[in-house]
């Protein structure tokens, strides 16, 4: 009966997944927001520091600053909107980590396990006993023991006090001023035995739990190529073809350009924190031939082959919202083509594949900073080819793939807002050629054009000079011709054509405006805007004084933070300003809606800082619309201050000049002693409707700014945007 | 979201310049408050004595250079223009008294010369108004009428010097008895001169609205420059020599005082 509950928990479990890619938009957390996520940063840090003074692997002295570093970056971490918890991936994760807690002679109970929102291949564990695993990481394993393998390997981390350690170490390196490279050679060999000792017993651990030790050994086969994508597959361009466009053979990479697969287990890794895939393989093989042939092992201990596939593809869909955040293009590209293989249909993919075609074009045609790069060269595998593609197309061609591509999604799912704004939005690129004129397309079946071209041809004009008819040739050349057919799917559209004459207008106002913002920028007027309530997230402060322990340093940026978030919100009242903070962690109602919601705005605002200088609508937006509702704010505001306080090198040239102008002598000292403190501040303001800055303020200080002045200066850049 | 923030506020500038009209700054001032009060002690030593009458060359000339400390008080009501600029009115009182040793009297009738007696010191009063203008160094994040400023005014300065219980004593005659006393309990010296005074000080907040006010601040006297000097009291050639005496002490008040106190935000 038992058993058939658990299969029943299952099967219910895949159906869900199955639903959720029909469904699919991004990972969320799900259930009660963890109380490591919630607590005080002061009460972690002493909590911490007390666990770590009766540890005899770190002295107590490094203890203090060893734990303020790690719990603040870690609660930086986990305020970065890219930590799931309760999803699906973590609750798997958590299932297997369980498996193999359960085996241990060590008590576990306090070791937490999170996912991160990043395409990196990657795990790692920090002293407290949080695993992080990121969801690059699923996507790319093949089985459960695999990800049981990574999991026992990050938890002898913790068992064994890696990170003390380590700590520990490099800090007396430091004490006794070793920086040479057998220094920096020692540091690396220390940190290859930790992770030499983690891989051993790791492996020992989930043998213990029963996982086969052959699939556990696949793990480094997994690591060693896990710079590559998901898969291996060919491109095929028929998703951007017809019947009369086909890809030319001048926009595919010839085969002795094709770079192979370099990746090899036996690299030098004097250098590298892991040893390399020959020695970690070396190091388990014992282990591994003493259990070969344990017929009693298994691959899924804590669910299925089937769960695991539907898990991992969920981690391959969460893939493609990494790749468009980050506007890692190409990549994204070469993943969605994959994904689509097995679900050609899915909204998500034809979604996220139309964002990356809008990105690509409005990158090229408008920005002229672009953050990813298209060479082929720098690519291994299969995808070369689409590198090689992306990288040939000129602005104009991409523009017109893109139209094309974003067009024909939006026909396979009319009510779908976001690709109805996309391909309105895409097309603004596209007018703004000149050659792109629909009548510079081919709207007719070629038999019907190509007849009448071959009459052209069969009547050369015999009286063409001759560099007239070098000119004609070069004419025929130009790869704007290979695409005289690419919109032939749906250029006869009456939609398309009127879009068209549409997003011609579009431009036009477009220009205008654009000219008229300059003029404005060069006679400044007084501000017309007016916020009433406003998206907040918590200022970003941080004050690094190079003079005091990192241990003063963290507890002084906490303690000013909260301060600071309370005096804002109290002089915004003045300005009848309400400030919606959306990462309020210190809020004792803060739950797993706030979180996820805030979460949903950072990714938003991290794909639109991508984008700074032109107009664009990131991915992100679709999602944004609720938040903008709920807080009946189209405006989200962030603010940062960065102060840097060191002490001032001795001058031997200044003390000599004021030793000279003996009168100078009392200013020379008062420089001299006091600390060098710079200060950035930033105010900016993000319009949620048009994606588009609404007003910003940065301020470059000689001095460290005192908490009220910093909400001073708050209050000031508030009192920019509303108007009394 | 560290990195992102920082990200976007470098951005942001070119963000600005791309999509958004700029917009003149409306001035916000501290907190919405833009005039304060604030209550300073300023310390100034008395780096150079009264000169001391000459016209014996025989007589004492103690040209002792001590210094001895002087402290004003101080209430400056500041008003801020905009975010950068303010007005400031001040007043200030002096009281304090001056050393005795230079102060002497030659009567070439008698050849006698005096010297005021030891025991008694003249009393100083001093009155001060001012008004000038405060500049908010922006490149310190100051913003008006908080943070730190440098300041430009005049002031109108009144001293009034009391030789209440003072006397001028003989000194050197071999053929009085007695010393012969000079009653002076009667005379004031009194002055009204103006400074342009320059401040170098800072309004360091401690809660929203009180603050402390710490900085140096110097003045060129028009003493010195022997001009708008006005000298009220003097009727005869003892009142001429007294007056005389505290010139050059008067010349430099106020050339390097150093000011400590705290401050308030009103409206």
Same mark, same amino acid.
């Given at each position: 009966?038992?058993?058939?509950?658990?299969?029943?928990?299952?099967?219910?479990?895949? *159906?869900?997944?199955?639903?959720?890619?029909?469904?699919?938009?991004?990972?969320?957390?799900?259930?009660?927001?963890?109380?490591?996520?919630?607590?005080?940063?002061?009460?972690?840090?002493? !909590?911490?520091?007390?666990?770590?003074?009766?540890?005899?692997?770190?002295?107590?002295?490094?203890?203090?600053?060893?734990?303020?570093?790690?719990?603040?970056?870690?609660?930086?971490?986990?305020?970065? /909107?890219?930590?799931?918890?309760?999803?699906?991936?973590?609750?798997?994760?958590?299932?297997?980590?369980?498996?193999? =807690?359960?085996?241990?002679?060590?008590?576990?109970?306090?070791?937490?396990?999170?996912?991160?929102?990043?395409?990196?291949?990657?795990?790692?564990?920090?002293? *407290?006993?949080?695993?992080?695993?990121?969801?690059?990481?699923?996507?790319?394993?093949?089985?459960?023991?695999?990800?049981?393998?990574?999991?026992?390997?990050?938890?002898?981390?913790?068992?064994?006090?890696?990170?003390?350690? %380590?700590?520990?170490?490099?800090?007396?390196?430091?004490?006794?001023?070793?920086?040479?490279?057998?220094?920096?050679?020692?540091?690396?060999?220390?940190?290859?035995?930790? &992770?030499?000792?983690?891989?051993?017993?790791?492996?020992?651990?989930?043998?213990?739990?029963?996982?086969?030790?052959?699939?556990?050994?696949?793990?480094?086969?997994?690591?060693?190529?896990?710079?590559?994508?998901?898969?291996?597959?060919?491109?095929?361009?028929?998703?951007?073809?017809?019947?009369?466009?086909?890809?030319?053979?001048?926009?595919?990479?010839?085969?002795?350009?094709?770079?192979?697969?370099?990746?090899?287990?036996?690299?030098?890794? &004097?250098?590298?924190?892991?040893?390399?895939?020959?020695?970690?393989?070396?190091?388990? @093989?014992?282990?591994?031939?003493?259990?070969?042939?344990?017929?009693?092992?298994?691959?899924?201990?804590?669910?299925?082959?089937?769960?695991?596939?539907?898990?991992?593809?969920?981690?391959?869909?969460?893939?493609?919202?990494?790749?468009?955040?980050? !506007?890692?293009? !190409?990549?994204?590209?070469?993943?969605?083509?994959?994904?689509?293989?097995?679900?050609?249909?899915?909204?998500?993919?034809?979604?996220?594949? @139309?964002?990356?075609?809008?990105?690509?074009?409005?990158?090229?045609?408008?920005?002229?900073?672009?953050?990813?790069?298209?060479?082929?060269?720098?690519?291994?595998?299969?995808?070369?080819?689409?590198?090689?593609?992306?990288?040939?197309?000129?602005?104009?061609?991409?523009?017109?793939?893109?139209?094309? *591509?974003?067009?024909?999604?939006?026909?396979?799912?009319?009510?779908?807002?976001?690709?109805?704004?996309?391909?309105?939005?895409?097309?603004?690129?596209?007018?703004?050629?000149?050659?792109?004129?629909?009548?510079?397309? /081919?709207?007719?079946?070629?038999?019907?054009?190509?007849?009448?071209?071959?009459?052209?041809?069969?009547?050369?004009?015999?009286?063409?000079?001759?560099?007239?008819?070098?000119?004609?040739?070069?004419?025929?050349?130009?790869?704007?011709?290979?695409?005289?057919?690419?919109?032939?799917?749906?250029?006869?559209?009456?939609?398309?054509?009127?879009?068209?004459?549409?997003?011609?207008?579009?431009?036009?106002?477009?220009?205008?405006?654009?000219?008229?913002?300059?003029?404005?920028?060069?006679?400044?007027?007084?501000?017309?805007?007016?916020?009433?309530?406003?998206?907040?997230?918590?200022?970003?402060?941080?004050?690094?004084?190079?003079? =005091?322990?990192?241990?003063?340093?963290?507890?002084?940026?906490?303690?000013?933070?909260?301060?600071?978030?309370?005096?804002?919100?109290?002089?915004?009242? =003045?300005?009848?300003?309400?400030?919606?903070?959306?990462?309020?962690?210190?809020?004792?109602?803060?739950?797993?809606?706030?979180?996820?919601?805030?979460?949903?705005?950072?990714?938003?605002?991290?794909?639109?800082?991508?984008?700074?200088?032109?107009?664009?609508?990131?991915?992100?937006?679709?999602?944004?619309?609720?938040?903008?509702?709920?807080?009946?704010?189209?405006?989200?505001?962030?603010?940062?201050?960065?102060?840097?306080?060191? =002490?001032?090198?001795?001058?031997?040239?200044?003390?000599?000049?004021?030793?000279?102008?003996?009168?100078?002598?009392?200013?020379?000292?008062?420089?001299?002693?006091?600390?060098?403190?710079?200060?950035?501040?930033?105010?900016?303001?993000?319009?949620?409707?048009?994606?588009?800055?609404?007003?910003?303020?940065?301020?470059?200080?000689?001095?460290?700014?005192?908490?009220?002045?910093?909400?001073?200066?708050?209050?000031? %850049?508030?009192?920019?945007?509303?108007?009394? | 979201?560290?990195?992102?923030?920082?990200?976007?506020?470098?951005?942001?500038?070119?963000?600005?310049?791309?999509?958004?009209?700029?917009?003149?700054?409306?001035?916000?001032?501290?907190?919405?408050?833009?005039?304060?009060?604030?209550?300073?002690?300023?310390?100034?030593?008395?780096?150079?004595?009264?000169?001391?009458?000459?016209?014996?060359?025989?007589?004492?000339?103690?040209?002792?250079?001590?210094?001895?400390?002087?402290?004003?008080?101080?209430?400056?009501?500041?008003?801020?223009?905009?975010?950068?600029?303010?007005?400031?009115?001040?007043?200030?009182?002096?009281?304090?008294?001056?050393?005795?040793?230079?102060?002497?009297?030659?009567?070439?009738?008698?050849?006698?010369?005096?010297?005021?007696?030891?025991?008694?010191?003249?009393?100083?009063?001093?009155?001060?108004?001012?008004?000038?203008?405060?500049?908010?160094?922006?490149?310190?994040?100051?913003?008006?009428?908080?943070?730190?400023?440098?300041?430009?005014?005049?002031?109108?300065?009144?001293?009034?010097?009391?030789?209440?219980?003072?006397?001028?004593?003989?000194?050197?005659?071999?053929?009085?008895?007695?010393?012969?006393?000079?009653?002076?309990?009667?005379?004031?010296?009194?002055?009204?001169?103006?400074?342009?005074?320059?401040?170098?000080?800072?309004?360091?907040?401690?809660?929203?609205?009180?603050?402390?006010?710490?900085?140096?601040?110097?003045?060129?006297?028009?003493?010195?420059?022997?001009?708008?000097?006005?000298?009220?009291?003097?009727?005869?050639?003892?009142?001429?020599?007294?007056? +005389?005496?505290?010139?050059?002490?008067?010349?430099?008040? +106020?050339?390097?005082?150093?000011?400590?106190?705290?401050?308030?935000?009103?409206?």
């Amino acid at each position: 009966m038992k058993n058939i509950l658990l299969l029943l928990i299952f099967s219910l479990a895949i *159906q869900a997944t199955a639903q959720d890619i029909e469904h699919f938009t991004k990972l969320k957390s799900a259930g009660p927001i963890p109380d490591f996520f919630v607590k005080f940063l002061d009460e972690k840090i002493s !909590a911490d520091d007390e666990k770590l003074k009766k540890d005899n692997s770190i002295s107590n002295k490094n203890a203090a600053d060893f734990s303020a570093i790690t719990n603040y970056k870690l609660q930086q971490l986990v305020q970065s /909107g890219k930590v799931l918890y309760g999803d699906p991936l973590t609750e798997y994760a958590n299932g297997v980590l369980d498996k193999l =807690k359960a085996v241990s002679e060590e008590d576990l109970d306090f070791v937490q396990l999170y996912t991160l929102k990043s395409n990196e291949v990657n795990a790692f564990a920090t002293h *407290q006993g949080v695993i992080f695993i990121t969801v690059g990481l699923i996507g790319q394993l093949e089985n459960e023991a695999q990800l049981a393998f990574i999991l026992a390997h990050e938890l002898t981390h913790v068992i064994e006090k890696h990170n003390q350690l %380590s700590y520990q170490y490099t800090q007396d390196l430091v004490k006794k001023s070793r920086y040479g490279d057998q220094a920096i050679s020692n540091y690396y060999k220390y940190s290859k035995d930790n &992770e030499e000792d983690a891989d051993k017993a790791g492996f020992k651990l989930a043998l213990n739990a029963g996982y086969n030790a052959e699939s556990l050994n696949k793990t480094f086969t997994v690591l060693l190529y896990s710079y590559l994508p998901v898969d291996e597959q060919a491109v095929d361009f028929s998703f951007i073809e017809n019947e009369h466009f086909k890809v030319g053979d001048n926009f595919k990479i010839k085969d002795k350009y094709i770079q192979e697969i370099s990746a090899e287990e036996d690299i030098d890794d &004097e250098f590298l924190t892991h040893p390399n895939i020959k020695t970690r393989r070396e190091n388990v @093989s014992n282990i591994l031939r003493a259990n070969k042939k344990d017929d009693a092992s298994k691959v899924y201990i804590y669910g299925t082959s089937e769960s695991f596939i539907a898990l991992r593809t969920l981690a391959r869909f969460e893939m493609m919202n990494i790749f468009i955040r980050r !506007a890692d293009y !190409a990549r994204g590209l070469y993943h969605s083509l994959i994904m689509r293989r097995a679900h050609p249909e899915n909204q998500f993919l034809l979604n996220s594949q @139309s964002m990356i075609w809008y990105g690509l074009s409005a990158f090229e045609n408008r920005s002229e900073d672009i953050p990813y790069n298209l060479s082929y060269r720098k690519q291994e595998g299969e995808i070369q080819h689409l590198y090689y593609f992306l990288n040939k197309l000129n602005k104009n061609e991409l523009s017109t793939l893109a139209a094309q *591509q974003i067009w024909q999604n939006s026909l396979a799912f009319p009510d779908n807002q976001f690709l109805q704004s996309l391909r309105t939005e895409v097309l603004r690129d596209f007018v703004s050629f000149d050659d792109n004129k629909l009548g510079s397309f /081919g709207t007719q079946p070629p038999e019907l054009s190509d007849s009448t071209e071959k009459v052209d041809q069969e009547e050369p004009d015999k009286t063409l000079s001759k560099y007239e008819k070098i000119a004609q040739k070069r004419k025929s050349e130009k790869s704007e011709d290979d695409f005289y057919y690419s919109l032939f799917n749906i250029i006869n559209n009456k939609d398309f054509i009127l879009a068209v004459d549409e997003a011609k207008d579009k431009l036009e106002k477009d220009e205008a405006r654009i000219k008229d913002t300059e003029d404005q920028y060069k006679k400044p007027q007084e501000s017309t805007m007016d916020v009433p309530s406003l998206i907040m997230t918590t200022p970003n402060f941080h004050a690094q004084d190079n003079r =005091k322990s990192a241990k003063s340093n963290v507890n002084k940026n906490d303690l000013n933070e909260t301060k600071l978030v309370n005096l804002v919100i109290d002089n915004a009242e =003045k300005l009848n300003i309400t400030l919606n903070f959306v990462d309020n962690f210190r809020d004792p109602s803060f739950t797993t809606e706030n979180y996820n919601e805030f979460s949903q705005l950072y990714d938003y605002l991290g794909e639109r800082s991508q984008f700074e200088g032109m107009d664009f609508i990131p991915y992100n937006a679709q999602y944004i619309s609720s938040i903008v509702d709920k807080y009946n704010s189209k405006y989200v505001g962030l603010i940062n201050i960065y102060t840097e306080v060191e =002490k001032r090198p001795f001058n031997a040239g200044y003390a000599l000049l004021s030793a000279v102008v003996f009168y100078a002598f009392p200013l020379y000292l008062k420089w001299q002693l006091t600390a060098d403190k710079t200060t950035d501040y930033g105010f900016f303001v993000l319009n949620l409707e048009t994606h588009n800055p609404a007003f910003s303020s940065t301020k470059y200080f000689n001095a460290d700014m005192n908490l009220h002045l910093q909400n001073a200066h708050i209050y000031n %850049s508030l009192n920019q945007i509303r108007k009394k | 979201m560290r990195v992102l923030l920082l990200l976007i506020s470098a951005f942001s500038v070119f963000w600005a310049q791309a999509q958004m009209v700029t917009v003149k700054e409306k001035p916000s001032f501290y907190l919405g408050k833009r005039a304060n009060l604030t209550f300073a002690l300023g310390l100034q030593p008395t780096l150079f004595p009264s000169k001391p009458v000459t016209n014996n060359p025989d007589g004492p000339n103690n040209t002792n250079r001590l210094i001895y400390g002087n402290v004003k008080s101080e209430f400056t009501f500041n008003i801020a223009l905009n975010n950068k600029v303010a007005v400031y009115l001040k007043g200030a009182t002096l009281r304090t008294s001056r050393t005795t040793n230079f102060i002497s009297y030659y009567d070439q009738v008698n050849s006698n010369y005096y010297t005021l007696r030891e025991e008694t010191t003249p009393a100083i009063r001093g009155r001060t108004v001012g008004a000038g203008f405060s500049f908010y160094r922006k490149s310190r994040a100051a913003i008006a009428p908080m943070g730190s400023h440098f300041s430009i005014g005049l002031s109108k300065h009144t001293l009034n010097i009391s030789y209440e219980d003072s006397k001028l004593i003989e000194r050197g005659s071999n053929f009085s008895s007695k010393p012969f006393e000079l009653d002076i309990s009667d005379r004031t010296s009194s002055f009204h001169y103006f400074s342009l005074e320059m401040a170098f000080t800072n309004n360091q907040p401690i809660t929203q609205n009180l603050y402390y006010h710490y900085g140096f601040s110097t003045s060129i006297n028009s003493v010195r420059l022997n001009a708008l000097l006005e000298d009220s009291s003097a009727k005869d050639d003892i009142d001429e020599q007294l007056f +005389d005496s505290n010139l050059s002490a008067l010349s430099f008040r +106020d050339f390097a005082v150093l000011k400590i106190g705290l401050g308030y935000m009103l409206f």
